[in-house]
């Protein structure tokens, strides 16, 4: 299957700070990518849609302002939380999925501790 | 009404026996449905896509999709203590669309 990687696998950070986040589909081109967001016994919540070349299409609730996103190739796309806080302190994972396919394949995640 | 429910867990089974694992959908237009299994602290993995009426099998896992009744299931034959995990049922309405989760269940198979 294709493989999707994300880094940093884990990152803690002050509050207040901003930290980025990759996801890169290593052999295949990812025409779409989505980023979710997962907090401890619950299921995976989509925050946003992205799309090669184009602004990213958010969930409602998430705020664009925090989370930025940007799919600049193929095979990157990033999310940046601004600001973060405590709250923010969740399992963010990316997921690829290349042209017509409906297979998304997924990162292995992105733990964020915010303290 | 969640637009994907699944039976609610955990569910245990014993080493060797059959797990059901039962999802159902709100949303008549979807098209592609998929089961994830998903261990503790890790991203989902994929087990299972499945697209039209019917059964699909691979290897110990066969996946069962019902339109009309907007239902999927998936069950794992000899079920070992590595199945272990929360399974996640995801719908797309098209093939590049979202997807939408279940909550997920809870899946304990005992030696």
């Known amino acids: 299957g294709a493989v999707v990687s994300q880094h940093p696998s884990w990152v803690i950070c002050k509050s207040g700070t901003s930290v980025k986040i990759e996801c890169r589909s290593l052999d295949f081109q990812a025409t779409t990518m989505f980023w979710y967001r997962q907090f401890p016994k619950q299921s995976l919540m989509l925050m946003a849609t992205?799309?090669?070349?184009?602004?990213?299409?958010?969930e409602q609730g998430v705020e664009k302002d925090k989370f930025l996103i940007n799919h600049a190739s193929l095979t990157l796309s990033t999310l940046t939380v601004t600001s973060a806080h405590p709250e923010d302190s969740s399992f963010y994972i990316c997921?690829?999925?290349?042209?017509?396919?409906?297979?998304?394949?997924f990162g292995p995640g992105t733990r964020l501790t915010v303290t | 009404q969640k637009e994907v429910e699944q039976n609610s867990g955990p569910l245990s089974v014993p080493e060797g026996a059959i797990a059901s694992l039962n999802c159902t959908y709100s949303?008549?237009?979807?098209?592609?449905f998929f089961w994830y299994r998903q261990y503790s602290g890790k991203s989902p993995e994929l087990i299972m896509s499945i697209y039209s009426n019917g059964d699909k099998e691979d290897g110990r896992f066969t996946a069962q999709l019902n339109k009309a009744s907007q239902y999927v299931s998936l069950l794992i034959r000899d079920s070992q203590p590595s199945d272990s995990a929360t399974y996640l049922c995801?719908?797309?309405?098209?093939?590049?669309?979202?997807?939408?989760f279940g909550d997920g269940t809870t899946l304990t198979v005992k030696p």
């Open positions: 995801a719908v797309k309405d098209t093939n590049a669309g979202k997807s939408t």
């Open positions: 997921s690829a999925s290349g042209g017509a396919s409906a297979l998304e394949y």
């Open positions: 949303d008549r237009g979807s098209q592609s």
């Open positions: 992205s799309n090669e070349g184009s602004k990213a299409t958010y």
